[in-house]
């Protein structure tokens, strides 16, 4: 399988107060493959949240080198200008945060289909697109109502839709199920776990919790900055 994602010797640090700077990741290395399902495990404090923000282009590291590869294209992301990096986010990579991120004056349908008209598609085709991914998210029967009238669960599964809206190579996940009692947690992990075959992602999922970790192939223990652990599962 080819490498997906490439960070070699990734430091970042946070100016806490004046010039007080707490360093975070200390000259990490991860390497992700495409299709791997990957959870970045620890407790919290130790970079996960930050590793997947980078990832992500999110935010960009102080020192050391990103590389991503979407449609066979390589993508040097620590030295590319905003520009690009926000077309790679929305057309590469979809996003599952720990508190939804819903727009609450939206409905599911219109929060959904965000992402795709930012993009520019045709609003009626991200509007059959975003149906048939609320309707495979078991959601069909929300499509119309806002974040405030969804429960946790359903407001996550509608976070999950609008993450595959555009075609993501690689989704990822911080804390997915962190805001979710223990019958929707395994509700959303196997449903993550369910599209990712389906759909062919590559997944990432930040996480302190042992059950989800669980859901993946790969588990990276994280700890002072850096992966100490990398146990690919059978």
Known sequence: ??????????????????????LVLKG????????????LVGPSGVGKSTLLYLLGTLDLPDSGDITIETNDKIHRITEMPD??????????????????QLLPEFTA??????????????????????KMLVERVGMSHRLNHKPLELSGGEQQRIAIARSLINNPQIILADEPTGN?????????????????????LTCIVATHSTEVANYSDRICTMSDGKIVTDIKKN
């Open 83 to 100: 520009s690009e990096l926000a077309k790679i986010r929305n057309n590469a990579l979809g996003f599952v945060f720990q508190f939804h």
């Open 28 to 39: 990490l290395d991860f390497q992700v493959q495409n299709g791997d399902f990957v959870s």
């Open 109 to 130: 349908l219109e929060n959904v289909i965000m992402p795709a008209l930012i993009q520019g598609k045709p609003k009626r085709d991200a509007i059959e697109k975003a």
């Open 180 to 200: 979710l009692d223990a019958a929707n947690s395994r509700q959303v992990l196997e449903l993550i776990s369910e599209l990712r075959n389906e759909f062919n």
């Open 1 to 22: 399988m080819n490498m997906i994602i490439n960070a070699n010797n990734i430091v970042k640090s946070f100016q806490i107060s004046g010039q007080l700077k707490t």
